[in-house]
């Protein structure tokens, strides 16, 4: 049974939170709001512990009665109750890691002391563990996938929520000091009450961004150097110091932060070049505007005089020449100022160059046009890095080393991170975009017809083109728009190269990579537009693309495909030119909806084995890049025990992965949380990357045997549904809310490839989770699995034995099925069937129905079984209780979305009163989607 652990202090902050709530529920809302708020949550409470269909129809009779102004208000509570949730389990379990380290032992696992004690323990010593962080490369990327349904305004007021409960942390708070926190609570849990957390428009691009903003601003800035000093204090409580407190392994920066926001136009139609553009500029706004505060706070510290500290000579010599060339602007109204403290003299002259920066900016983003004289300006980040560094190295000249591994080198940290592109931008597009573009370029040129040419044939073609040095000139006035804009692309990241960084950018990712000439047709657009090619017998590359395999058929083609690119003699040249490292992206989404989570899973492992074989015989550097959404069924689950979950020596020291919706909001917007998952995901890349400094075990063939086994299982039980059940799309779009998903604002794609096609290959991965989550099913996470697992163990005692055996010993299978149990846990049958009830041909949608819950309980069985546990998720008692604590708040919550979907989808009734129950609707969906943590 599961093993209760200490959290009253966790149940009393949330009592409180919930009697906060119901005060402002009776002040603000009037008192028939809160009755029914309390009706429904204590009856449904009763319905969970014994069924009563007498209690249940009345509490249905009173959903029923609800006019759709005080509905609206019962659906808010729920979702601001559930809110005040997630505040109090971060606040508990952040105080619960204080506390461990307040006790000066070994810390968690995935802590950075519990992980440099365990790599000691193995021998991996200082010049080891050296060898590794030099390597090591850890990058998140944000994504404007609308998965994420809450505002960012309220994102800021539930951050105001966190801070102050924590001051009821403080010890020794008198009794009125601690009513004063609780009224002032109570105030601001009032704010959130009246702040709507329903978009009122559909977001655009420009706000997206705005949103990935939010997240360096208000958490990662603080994050990051912290980040940083939580890892040099374990490395000297493991590795020890020297006599002048350096440590004998130095960690170098190893974070690094990406965004598709602003450049993922794979079917974004609102992403444009100038759309690009923009995100670059308002990236490097924030950051210069983020440095500017922390050269302030460094100059009243480094407050030292030449009277009593002499700098280092290659200080004062680059201090002479600023005040040649900038002091007379800088210091106008006070020439002598800081005369006699070199250090505040020269951060006031950076201040006056970042200003200049910032202003320079400031013009391009009001009217794309550069702010007049910028010879003062920073060019790039390395010039101020180059000026830190002087800094730093001045003071450890005259002995003040620890100052300068104080606010200094936090400073450094960030500017070695963030840069002047704050996020490296990554560029998306889909394959046939540019095989488009190509084809009109070569008949424009007079070229071969490109569509017709096979496949070495457009190789050849483009690879002979690209050796031949210039690049032909094009009319551009004479090509189709789409032809332009693609172009276009490419001109602005030229341009934003020089106007921000060389690093503002990511890769160019290619979805839908089929071959190899997808790739090298971006290659060659890259060409035309001076992003590379050779200049005499010199290659040059300033680009970098990934090719993004998706379907489980594409996934099949991973070796082929790389393995042309890579034998191709023009490709590798730019390679090599460009850092000699082929990033590889696989998307989880559209390989598990394509062919279920078995299929994906399994298959994703594979082609990881593979890529990293290719790469690693051809001599190139591979760095895999994991498109992983919130849920399950999009890849998602904790980031350390998936990384550990990796195939043995796959991972060589760089991860890549998407960040999105729900879990950007969860994992960073608490400073505190965001260092936790910083560490936790840093810390699995460590363990993950042992390969690299120690031998590691391979995995079991007998365990590979059985995995290829199961996944074809698991993909004939899938598809057998998905593909070859008639009437089953029409039951996921009328037993599931998919269409009233897309009536959410929560981001500005599309959620269908083609509107017209209900297909599964139409909808995208994360309406489709999102709708069988709403409903209840969480169908894609699991579903097949319970099949596979029946078939190979066919009974046998033996095979079940095999099966406990892998699941205690193999990462990967532990990963998949303790995955599948949170899956199983969030899936409801009884509510599914009422959303079932809202199919047109119910005869139809029962038979569908059955199928879905006999596979449901068969998969809820045989994964009890193999994993030798009598309650799901008892392995982890603390996720079982947050869930179990939210259940008796979603069930509500689901019956009063079924009876709004009723009458929102009958066309019967009058269009006026249909769109009163519109908005209690959409924000049902908000809600249910807080309530279960988990949207697309």
Not at 332 to 347: G, N, Q, T, V
Not at 592 to 621: F, N
Not at 672 to 683: D, K, Q
Not at 709 to 720: F, I, K, M, P
Request: aromatic letters at 8%; hydrophobic letters at 35%; proline letters at 4%.
């Amino acid at each position: 049974m599961i093993e209760q652990p200490r959290d009253k202090a966790l149940r009393s902050r949330v009592r409180l939170f919930g009697n906060l709530l119901g005060e402002v529920l009776r002040d603000q809302a009037g008192g028939q709001v809160l009755a029914a708020v309390e009706t429904l949550r204590k009856g449904f409470i009763r319905l969970r512990k014994e069924d009563d269909p007498r209690l249940r129809q009345r509490l249905m009779d009173l959903i029923d009665e609800l006019d759709p102004a005080i509905l609206t208000h019962v659906v808010r509570a729920f979702n601001v109750y559930f809110s005040l949730v997630n505040i109090a389990e971060q606040s508990f379990q952040h105080r619960q890691r204080r506390r461990t380290v307040s006790q000066g032992g070994p810390l968690w696992e995935g802590s950075f002391d519990h992980t440099l004690r365990e790599f000691a323990a193995d021998g991996i010593d200082a010049t080891a563990l050296q060898r590794l962080l030099d390597q090591t490369l850890y990058i998140p990327v944000f994504t404007a996938h609308p998965t994420e349904s809450k505002r960012r305004t309220v994102m800021e007021a539930l951050r105001r929520i966190f801070l102050t409960s924590e001051r009821l942390d403080q010890t020794r708070l008198s009794r009125e000091q601690r009513q004063e926190v609780i009224d002032e609570l109570q105030s601001q849990i009032q704010i959130l009450w009246k702040t709507d957390e329903v978009r009122a428009h559909r977001p655009r691009v420009k706000d997206e961004i705005r949103n990935g903003l939010f997240y360096v601003r208000d958490s990662l800035f603080a994050a990051v150097p912290l980040f940083y000093r939580y890892l040099e204090k374990s490395i000297r409580r493991t590795y020890g110091e020297g006599p002048d407190g350096e440590l004998p392994v130095k960690a170098p920066s190893i974070l690094r932060f990406g965004s598709w926001i602003g450049g993922d136009r794979d079917g974004n139609p609102f992403v444009k070049p100038e759309t690009t553009e923009l995100a670059l500029r308002m990236h490097m706004h924030e950051a210069v505007c983020l440095y500017l505060k922390q050269l302030d706070e460094l100059r009243h510290l480094l407050t030292h005089s030449s009277e009593l500290v002499t700098p280092s000579e290659a200080f004062l010599e680059n201090l002479t020449a600023d005040n040649a060339r900038y002091a007379a602007a800088a210091f106008a109204d006070h020439p002598s100022r800081f005369s006699h403290e070199p250090y505040r003299r020269k951060l006031y002259i950076m201040r006056h160059r970042l200003r200049r920066t910032l202003k320079s900016i400031n013009a391009r983003l009001d009217s794309d046009e550069p702010a007049g004289d910028c010879s003062h300006c920073y060019t790039n980040e390395q010039e101020l890095l180059d000026d830190l560094y002087l800094i730093r190295d001045s003071l450890y000249s005259h002995g003040d080393g620890r100052i300068a591994r104080g606010r200094l080198q936090d400073m450094i940290r960030l500017v070695e991170t963030f840069g002047f592109f704050l996020l490296q931008l990554d560029i998306r597009q889909e394959s046939t975009r540019h095989s488009e573009a190509l084809a009109e370029l070569f008949r424009v040129q007079g070229l071969a017809d490109y569509m017709a040419l096979d496949e070495p044939a457009r190789l050849q073609q483009m690879a002979d083109a690209i050796r031949s040095g210039q690049p032909p000139a094009i009319d551009r006035a004479t090509l189709s728009e789409p032809t332009r804009e693609t172009l276009e692309v490419f001109d602005v990241m030229l341009r934003m190269r020089d106007e921000v960084s060389p690093r503002a950018f990511g890769n160019y990712v290619i979805s839908m990579t089929h071959c190899a000439s997808h790739v090298m047709e971006v290659i060659y657009l890259a060409w035309l537009t001076g992003l590379a090619g050779r200049r005499g017998n010199d290659w040059f590359c300033h680009l970098r693309v990934s090719p993004l395999f998706e379907t489980i058929e594409d996934l099949s083609h991973v070796e082929q495909v790389l393995t042309e690119l890579l034998g191709n003699d023009t490709y590798r040249a730019l390679l090599e030119a460009s850092g000699n490292q082929q990033e590889v992206m696989l998307g989880y989404s559209d390989s598990c909806k394509d062919g279920g989570i078995l299929a994906s899973s399994w298959g994703l492992y594979g082609a990881q084995q593979r890529i990293i074989r290719i790469t690693s015989e051809m001599g190139v550097r591979c760095r895999l890049f994991h498109g992983r959404g919130g849920t399950i069924g999009r890849g998602g689950g904790p980031t350390h025990e998936a990384i550990l979950a990796q195939p043995p020596g796959t991972v060589h020291g760089q991860i890549k992965f998407t960040e999105q919706g729900e879990v950007l909001s969860y994992k960073y917007s608490q400073l505190e949380t965001a260092v936790y998952e910083l560490t936790m995901g840093v810390t699995g890349l460590m363990k993950a990357s042992r390969s690299m400094v120690i031998p590691v075990q391979p995995d079991r063939r007998d365990y590979l045997g059985i995995m290829d086994e199961l996944a074809t299982l698991g993909e004939q039980a899938y598809r057998d549904l998905t593909d070859r059940t008639e009437g089953f799309l029409d039951y996921f779009y009328e037993a599931c809310p998919v269409d009233e998903i897309g009536l959410l604002n929560i981001g500005s794609r599309p959620s269908h490839r083609n509107k017209a096609n209900r297909s599964k290959s139409s909808i995208r991965a994360i309406p489709w989770v999102f709708g069988w989550a709403q409903s209840r099913h969480t169908l894609p996470a699991w579903y097949g699995i319970g099949s596979a697992l029946e078939a190979w163990r066919d009974k046998d005692p033996t095979r079940l034995a095999t099966l406990q055996t892998m699941y205690r010993e193999w990462p990967y299978f532990r990963a998949l099925l303790s995955n599948t149990q949170m899956a199983l846990f969030k899936a409801r049958f009884d509510i599914a069937h009422e959303y079932a009830g809202l199919a047109e041909d119910q005869e139809h949608a029962e038979r569908i129905y059955q199928r879905i819950a006999s596979e449901y309980y068969r998969t809820l069985d045989q994964v009890r079984q193999v994993a030798d546990i009598q309650v799901l998720l008892e392995e982890t008692p603390a996720l079982y209780l947050s869930l179990s604590r939210r259940d008796p708040y979603l069930d509500p919550l689901n019956h009063i979305q079924i009876r709004l979907l009723k009458r929102y989808r009958n066309e019967t009734l009058p269009e006026e009163l249909r769109e009163r129950w519109r908005g209690p609707l959409l924000r049902s969906i908000n809600a249910i989607a807080a309530g279960m943590r988990n949207t697309g």
